[in-house]
Structures are given as C-alpha cells and as structure tokens.
C-alpha cells in the first residue's frame, strides 16, 4: 500500500506553479468557477446540460476550470452527493430510487466533459471521500457514544447499537469495482437504529482502532463529521478509494479534485490519494484544491507545510476577512482586508474566493458576504497577482437563494477586467481606513490597470475618495478611463502618475483609453 511516515522540509514547495491551471496552450489569466448552489437545479433540462449548454460563453469569458458538485450517486435523488452513497455509479445504476443523480444522467455528465475538453476548459472532481450515506441494510456494532463537543471523551458505557454500515450496491453489482463496505471499514456514526438515538457513537468492538490521530484537533478530534465516517486505517478502504481516484478522471476526462472536507480525514491517506492518482494517471501536474474549513492561519499553515505543495487550499480566512468587512461596514480597516490570510502568506498555496455553496445564509458554514462588499471583494481576488481566483455560480447566474443582478453585472465587467488588463506585478497603496487601492503594471501584451476600493457608508453616489497612484512610465502622458460604471477620466503624468477616484461603497477600475 502505502507509507504512513511523512517528513517536513522547510521551506515546502509551492502548490500552484507545479499544477495545471487551465489548457498548455492558454496565455491569458487562469480562472475557476464553482459550477452549482446548494439548491441548484435547472427548470428546462438537467445541471449537466446546462453545464454543457454554458460552456461555450464561459470559455469566451475565460474561464480555464470548472468545479462541478459531486457527481456520485446520493443516498438520495435529491442529494446533491455530498451525502455520497456509490462513488462508483455517476447517473447510471438504478440505485437510492432512480437511476440518474440530482444532476442528471452519466451521459449527460461524460457529454458536457467531453464539450469542456474541446473548449479548453478543465473539470474538476468534487471528491467526497469523508464519510458514506444511505446504506442497504444494518449491522449490529459494539460502540460507545462521546460527547460531542469533545469526541474524546466517553459519555457512556460501550453496548450494542444498530448501524446503517453494510452497502451492496444491488443495482451497479460487480461492475467497476467489487468492493463491498461494512461495519468493519468505518470508525464512527451518529445514529443508533435499535434505539432510534442520535448520538455521536465511535466503534469499540474488535478491529476498531478508535478515531484518527492525523485529523483537526477542534471538539477534541475532528474525525467524525457525519453519515458513516471512513477508517482509513484499513487497507482496502485505501485500495478503493485509490482506484476510484484514477478511474473517476480516466472516465470523465477531468483534469484534478476538488477536496471535501479534509480537517476531518486522515490527512496522511488524503496526501497519498493525490500522489498516487498522479503518479499512476502518469499526470505529474493534476490539480488539486483542499477544503479545510478554518480561518485560523495558525492551524492552516502547519498542515499546508505537511502536504509539501500536494494541493492548493481555500483561502477560508480572507473569505473570513471579507464576511467581517462586509458585517462591519466603514467601521472595518480596509488595510487590513489581507492580513493573516494564506494568499498574504504562501500566495502561491491560495486558491481565493468570495463564496461557496456552503456559506449562503442558512447553510451549514454560514458566512456570507454582504451584497455591499462583494464586489470590493471579487476585484481583491480577480484583479491582484497573488492567488488562483474562484467564482461562484450564486454570484453569477440567477438563483433563488443569493442572486443579485448589480452584483452579477459587475462581476461580468471584472472577470473581463482580469481576462484584458491584470498583469504584470502588483503594486499596493493600502493607505487609508476606508479607502485602499493597487495597480497592476502589465506586461508586454497587456495594459494593466488601476483598482480603488471604498467601504465608507454614503449614499449620495458621489466621488468620496482620491487615491495617487503610479501605473509605470509607459503610461506616460496618457488617459485612464473608469471599466464599471461611468466615474470620468484621468490624466497621467509624464512620471506615471494619476489621481483616480471612487464613489463610496464601491470599486473602481480604471484602464488606459488613449
């Protein structure tokens, strides 16, 4: 199998220079998009074709990757696959009452892989490999229920409980994979059949090892997370999730994961899981991005050491830093927007991002960012050097559950912004409170461009802020124009400089027009 021990070189390699971003052939920005809500579906077809049907306008927009949702079978039709039942069935099993996913049938999904591939923009395997759901049958487990805000201490006396642990797989039979799971492959669960009791329960009876060590310390240990949680001590637990691993992109073409949920897995397996899909696809540069849900940079950086540039992680404490600014109002500094985040730290380690399907208001991780920060903070992620920007689907198309049509327009306009003008090195003027900016300095095939950030609260819709700004010699005696909306123009001097302007509560972005 494989090795357990891991050694920390310091400094560690980088994540992204070291991983595909988007096709060989591509020389504008890289740009990733989550594909999906919480709640996403579609009124006229399934999420696979209106995948498919988008990818054209988001190639031309200049989209390099896409992050679809779990493409796995559900313990349910409605699930959206984080509640993962079969890894192996993608839409194609009658299986958990129907044969296609949530998100439509494993045709539908090859198909809009194969338009993907031929438009250059790379899928990206939304790998659930946590927990299971939605089991056929029960088995009876010796365990004992922990408290759940401290999963190492017993609240209880070890007994007998019911468990939903043995999964058949009736419907896909042997086909793919002959593994079948029981009781014997998971370490936790949290729901006792016999007694009808909810409980975090950790299995005690012979060959359970109890919970992992090489997880997040949070309530203690943070192995169990829900469903049936996964032992990895066990060596064909291993074996098939690291076959699925190459068989899931030999099958749809997909060019690397996404991660869910790591803080809660044995984070020597999820290391190996990503070495040997590499080493065995013969795909020395497939990408990788972690969730690992914490916005203590404290905790982040040693795990981000561990994984020796392996993967790339969520920038969870900027997306933090902007939840607060976007709270707090012209109250929060805003030359402090970056501090204590992985992309101010190991840039080169951040996949950045706003939003995700788990931060609407009312989901699990709820941190949503305000409407009247967002677009402050989609230019600090799309429009500055440092960082591998993601977008969110709820920010950009019409939803029910977070869509808004100001938002979605000055997000299109900044996502052309990165695509035209911002290049080159990144150079900050982070000088007041309410009121920061930068400039990029582009490059020989590109402009650049100059960006001001306001968070003062004004409603008058007036210019408030003046910032002095140096856009490079080259643009020398020359005229900036306002990219969003209509805020005027600027003379540069013969030394490259300008006094560019924003009206409150905004960003601005201003390019060369002459």
Same mark, same amino acid.
């Given at each position: 199998?494989?090795?357990?021990?891991?050694?920390?070189?310091?400094?560690?390699?980088? $994540?992204?220079?070291?991983?595909?971003?988007?096709?060989? *052939?591509?020389? *504008? /920005?890289?740009?990733? &998009?989550?594909?999906?809500?919480?709640?996403?579906?579609?009124?006229?077809?399934?999420?696979?074709?209106?995948?498919?049907?988008?990818?054209?306008?988001?190639?031309?927009?200049?989209?390099?990757?896409?992050?679809?949702?779990?493409?796995?079978? $559900?313990?349910?039709?409605?699930?959206?696959?984080?509640?993962?039942?079969?890894?192996?069935?993608?839409?194609?099993?009658?299986?958990?009452?129907?044969?296609?996913?949530?998100?439509? #049938?494993?045709?539908?999904?090859?198909?809009?892989?194969?338009?993907?591939?031929?438009?250059?923009?790379?899928?990206?395997?939304?790998?659930?490999?946590?927990?299971?759901?939605?089991?056929?049958?029960?088995?009876?487990?010796?365990?004992?229920?922990?408290?759940?805000?401290?999963?190492?201490?017993?609240?209880?006396?070890?007994? +007998?409980?019911?468990?939903?642990?043995?999964?058949?797989?009736?419907?896909?039979?042997?086909?793919?994979?002959?593994?079948?799971?029981?009781?014997?492959?998971?370490?936790?669960?949290?729901?006792?059949?016999?007694?009808?009791?909810?409980?975090?329960?950790?299995?005690?009876?012979?060959?359970?090892?109890?919970?992992?060590?090489?997880?997040?310390?949070?309530?203690?240990?943070? *192995?169990?997370?829900?469903?049936?949680?996964?032992?990895?001590?066990?060596?064909?637990?291993?074996? *098939?999730?690291?076959?699925?691993?190459?068989?899931?992109?030999?099958?749809?073409?997909?060019?690397?994961?996404?991660?869910?949920?790591?803080?809660?897995?044995?984070?020597?397996?999820?290391?190996?899981?990503?070495?040997?899909?590499?080493?065995?696809?013969?795909?020395? /540069?497939?990408?990788?991005? $972690?969730?690992?849900?914490? +916005?203590?940079?404290?905790?982040?950086?040693?795990?981000?050491?561990?994984?020796?540039?392996?993967?790339?992680?969520?920038?969870?404490?900027?997306?933090?830093?902007?939840?607060?600014?976007?709270?707090?109002?012209?109250?929060?500094? &805003?030359?402090?927007?970056?501090?204590?985040?992985?992309?101010?730290?190991?840039?080169?380690?951040?996949?950045?991002?706003? +939003? /995700?399907?788990?931060?609407?208001?009312?989901?699990?991780?709820?941190?949503?960012?305000?409407?009247?920060?967002?677009?402050?903070?989609?230019?600090?992620?799309?429009?500055?050097?440092?960082?591998?920007?993601?977008?969110?689907?709820? +920010?950009?198309?019409?939803?029910?559950?977070?869509?808004?049509?100001?938002?979605?327009?000055?997000?299109?306009?900044?996502?052309?912004?990165?695509?035209?003008?911002?290049?080159?090195?990144?150079?900050?003027?982070?000088?007041?409170?309410?009121?920061?900016?930068?400039?990029?300095?582009?490059?020989?095939?590109?402009?650049?461009?100059?960006?001001?950030?306001?968070?003062?609260?004004?409603?008058?819709?007036?210019?408030?802020?003046?910032?002095?700004?140096?856009?490079?010699?080259?643009?020398?005696?020359?005229?900036?124009? #306002?990219?969003?909306?209509?805020?005027?123009?600027?003379?540069?001097?013969?030394?490259?400089?300008?006094?560019?302007?924003?009206?409150?509560?905004?960003?601005?972005?201003?390019?060369?027009?002459?």
């Amino acid at each position: 199998m494989f090795s357990w021990t891991t050694k920390l070189f310091r400094p560690s390699p980088s $994540a992204l220079p070291q991983m595909r971003l988007g096709p060989d *052939d591509h020389t *504008d /920005n890289a740009l990733m &998009l989550q594909f999906f809500t919480w709640d996403a579906l579609h009124k006229d077809m399934s999420w696979w074709k209106h995948l498919n049907s988008e990818l054209p306008r988001l190639a031309q927009m200049g989209f390099t990757q896409v992050w679809i949702p779990p493409a796995n079978k $559900a313990s349910e039709p409605s699930g959206r696959g984080y509640d993962a039942y079969d890894l192996w069935d993608l839409g194609e099993f009658d299986q958990k009452g129907a044969v296609r996913t949530r998100w439509g #049938t494993k045709e539908e999904l090859l198909q809009a892989c194969k338009t993907a591939q031929q438009l250059g923009i790379d899928i990206l395997v939304d790998a659930v490999l946590n927990h299971k759901m939605g089991a056929d049958r029960t088995e009876v487990v010796r365990a004992v229920p922990v408290d759940p805000q401290n999963r190492l201490k017993e609240i209880g006396r070890p007994r +007998d409980i019911e468990t939903w642990t043995a999964f058949d797989f009736k419907g896909r039979g042997d086909k793919y994979n002959t593994f079948r799971w029981n009781q014997e492959h998971f370490n936790g669960i949290d729901w006792d059949e016999r007694t009808q009791t909810r409980d975090i329960y950790r299995f005690a009876g012979p060959g359970h090892k109890g919970w992992s060590n090489h997880v997040d310390r949070e309530r203690g240990n943070f *192995d169990y997370l829900l469903g049936a949680n996964i032992d990895y001590r066990h060596p064909a637990v291993q074996q *098939d999730m690291l076959d699925w691993g190459c068989w899931i992109l030999q099958t749809t073409g997909g060019s690397g994961f996404r991660l869910d949920a790591i803080k809660h897995i044995d984070r020597r397996f999820v290391l190996n899981f990503v070495q040997h899909v590499r080493q065995q696809t013969g795909n020395s /540069n497939l990408f990788a991005v $972690a969730e690992y849900w914490s +916005d203590n940079l404290k905790t982040i950086l040693p795990i981000i050491q561990m994984f020796k540039g392996a993967t790339a992680f969520f920038d969870v404490p900027l997306h933090m830093n902007f939840h607060n600014a976007s709270r707090r109002g012209s109250k929060y500094n &805003l030359t402090q927007i970056l501090k204590a985040t992985i992309v101010s730290v190991k840039p080169k380690d951040a996949v950045t991002f706003v +939003d /995700n399907h788990e931060c609407v208001e009312g989901q699990s991780l709820e941190s949503w960012v305000g409407n009247q920060f967002k677009i402050q903070a989609y230019a600090l992620i799309l429009l500055r050097g440092e960082g591998h920007p993601c977008v969110f689907y709820g +920010d950009l198309y019409p939803n029910p559950e977070c869509y808004n049509e100001r938002i979605s327009r000055n997000l299109t306009l900044l996502i052309e912004a990165r695509k035209k003008f911002a290049y080159g090195p990144t150079v900050d003027y982070f000088r007041y409170k309410n009121c920061i900016g930068f400039v990029r300095l582009g490059d020989d095939a590109h402009p650049g461009c100059a960006v001001v950030l306001s968070n003062k609260e004004d409603g008058s819709g007036t210019v408030v802020h003046t910032l002095r700004m140096n856009v490079g010699k080259r643009h020398a005696v020359s005229t900036f124009a #306002t990219f969003l909306q209509d805020d005027g123009k600027v003379n540069i001097d013969s030394n490259g400089w300008g006094e560019f302007t924003s009206i409150a509560n905004h960003a601005q972005v201003w390019v060369r027009v002459d």
